[in-house]
């Protein structure tokens, strides 16, 4: 079975330029979740899909950042313009949903803003 | 609202050491979910276990060991004859139902280095 990917593994960007993350999902799985962490933190959510609907984005940082999940499946995430703060690492992961809601991770793409 | 705590920032042990990690979680729902993420250098969380709150059972797989105990809201990961494969930085999360979903709320890890 294969594994989330996403891509690209590594970006870097100068302040105020724009930047996407693309996260393919496992198959079948219909919540995927980005999350951003920082160096030497845990993850923190910014937004959680359920199938191609948002169901928390509280804590997306909407005047920059923006996410969509198109039809359910491959999902993007974009900052615009991005901020020296925004150097991190973004991670999508994915489930089944439901109770059990195990995370399945991808590699992450790590975000460097100069 | 939920919260988790990992207090302990930094372990470092010798190989074959015991080495035991602690989680500490908040929440007034009775019913939840813990679990135990490893990410090793290579960036990748990768799920260890799962438990329920209906479910204190102890567990033990291979040199791994949980200790759920809902008396003390704690949720211990012990690695037995540790290897210097287990250095990773290791997450505890709680997950609850929130609004129709599953609200999940991460630790800010222990990084546990395993020195040969």
């Known amino acids: 079975e294969a594994g989330v990917a996403q891509s690209p593994r590594y970006k870097i960007i100068e302040k105020r330029q724009s930047v996407a993350f693309w996260c393919n999902p496992i198959?079948?799985?219909?919540?995927l979740y980005w999350y951003q962490q920082i160096l030497g933190q845990g993850p923190k959510l910014l937004i959680q899909?359920?199938?191609?609907?948002?169901?928390?984005d509280s804590q997306l940082p909407k005047d920059r950042f923006s996410a969509e999940r198109l039809k359910g499946v491959d999902s993007t995430l974009k900052i615009q313009p991005a901020k020296l703060e925004d150097s991190a690492v973004y991670l999508c992961?994915?489930?089944?949903?439901?109770?059990?809601?195990?995370?399945?991770f991808g590699a992450g793409t790590r975000l460097s803003v100069l | 609202a939920q919260k988790v705590t990992q207090a302990q920032t930094e372990i470092s042990v010798v190989e074959k050491e015991d080495v035991t990690l602690d989680c500490v979680y908040e929440?007034?729902?009775?019913?939840?979910?813990l679990f135990w993420y490893k990410q090793p250098p290579s960036g990748e969380l990768v799920f260890l276990i799962r438990?329920?709150?209906?479910?204190?059972q102890n567990e033990i797989s291979g040199r791994y060991s949980w200790n759920f105990q809902k008396s003390t809201s704690s949720f211990n990961f012990t690695i037995t004859a540790s290897q210097v494969v287990d250095s990773a930085v290791y997450f505890c999360?709680?997950?609850?139902?929130?609004?129709?979903?599953?609200?999940?709320?991460f630790g800010t890890g222990t990084k546990l280095q395993v020195i040969p």
């Open positions: 198959s079948g799985h219909a919540t």
């Open positions: 438990r329920n709150s209906f479910d204190e």
């Open positions: 929440t007034r729902d009775t019913t939840y979910y």
């Open positions: 899909f359920q199938n191609n609907g948002v169901v928390d």
């Open positions: 992961a994915t489930g089944q949903g439901g109770g059990q809601n195990i995370q399945y």
């Open positions: 999360a709680l997950s609850v139902r929130s609004g129709g979903y599953q609200k999940v709320t």
